[in-house]
């Protein structure tokens, strides 16, 4: 199976069995701290991780949460920091915000 299914299907059992997570929670930045996990650990890092999503995201309300997005990178970043570095190398510069320049 190619990455992304593999990706793809791990979400989906971890969506099964969480009631709190729904699929547009996990966007591009999410999808690519996984996809960092599953590269340098297969599928075992992968489950691995959404298992620690699962049992940190559990108790929570939708509520609890404003940007769902934004917290499962962070959950993400903290289980493998050497994870982010990679995503941020592949962000590259289009991760830097542009710079503004004001008329005067």
Do not use: C
């Not at 340098?40 to 049992?55: D, E, F, N, P, S």
């Amino acid at each position: 199976a190619r990455p992304k299914d593999a990706v793809f299907d791990e979400i989906q059992s971890l969506l099964d069995g969480n009631p709190v997570l729904q699929i547009r929670f996990f966007d591009s930045r999410v999808r690519q701290h996984l996809h960092a996990l599953f590269g340098t650990g297969g599928r075992q890092r992968l489950k691995a991780a959404l298992k620690m999503v699962h049992a940190r995201t559990l108790h929570k309300t939708r509520q609890d949460v404003k940007n769902w997005p934004a917290y499962l990178v962070t959950l993400l970043k903290h289980y493998d920091p050497a994870a982010d570095s990679e995503v941020s190398e592949s962000y590259g510069k289009a991760a830097e915000a542009p710079e503004v320049k004001v008329k005067r």
